[in-house]
């Protein structure tokens, strides 16, 4: 089925231990994005990429990195986690028509 | 700085009753704005959205939402809620474009009772 498919579901670090999140769309969208959701903050935008080749800060860059690999898939690396970065994580593309969202990846840092 | 309130965590509402969820905004120009919905365990789906002309926009599920440019709201509402319609509620505005990138409100969890 056509979508946004991130990987993987679920995830748990230890503190300091760096892991990438994969994100791939199919929908030959060019604009592909990063948030995370915490309770009673809703979504907030980490990373975005408005196009392949391209990537800027949104609201909450800080701990984090990207890579538009390609215009199908744009990755989320967290470098050294930290307890603070326990969240829900949500990749998106979007085109004129409209944005399609991820399952989300759930990471707990301990 | 541009932003997005929902003022109610939670609305609770008995089945077959009308329902409301309520969006401000606080950004420049003309923006985009849309509703999601969010089950549990899974990722946002699309409800609704504005852009342009009529102020009233229908949506999936039977959602409708009312544009108010004065009030800078853009509250979400059902005629008869049905207990599957209870979820996690998100507005979001696009300050520039249909494409650009979305500012979410905190959300609103409706809950729906038989």
């Known amino acids: 089925n056509a979508g946004v498919t991130q990987t993987p579901k679920f995830q748990v670090l230890k503190t300091g231990q760096s892991m990438t999140l994969q994100c791939a769309q199919d929908m030959n969208h060019n604009s592909m994005y990063w948030y995370r959701q915490d309770p009673g903050m809703g979504l907030r935008l980490i990373y975005y990429?408005?196009?392949?080749?391209?990537?800027d800060k949104g609201e909450v860059p800080n701990g984090y990195n990207v890579s538009r690999l390609n215009k199908r898939e744009f990755s989320l690396r967290l470098e050294s986690a930290a307890p603070s970065q326990t969240s829900v994580y949500f990749c998106?593309?979007?085109?004129?028509?409209?944005?399609?969202f991820g399952s989300g990846t759930r990471l707990t840092v301990v | 700085a541009q932003s997005v309130a929902q003022p109610e965590d939670q609305v609770n509402v008995a089945e077959g009753n009308p329902l409301t969820v309520k969006c401000t905004y606080s950004?420049?120009?003309?923006?985009?704005l849309f509703w999601y919905v969010q089950y549990p365990n899974r990722g946002l789906q699309f409800l609704l959205k504005y852009i342009t002309g009529d102020n009233l926009v229908k949506g999936s599920y039977g959602f409708e939402a009312e544009f108010n440019k004065s009030q800078t709201s853009f509250h979400l509402k059902k005629p008869s809620a049905l207990v599957s319609d209870s979820a996690l509620y998100f507005c979001?505005?696009?300050?520039?474009?249909?494409?650009?990138?979305?500012?979410f409100g905190q959300g609103t969890t409706l809950q729906v009772k038989p």
């Open positions: 979001a505005v696009s300050p520039i474009s249909n494409t650009g990138k979305l500012i």
């Open positions: 990429s408005a196009s392949e080749g391209t990537t």
């Open positions: 998106a593309s979007s085109d004129p028509t409209g944005y399609t």
């Open positions: 950004v420049s120009g003309n923006p985009y």
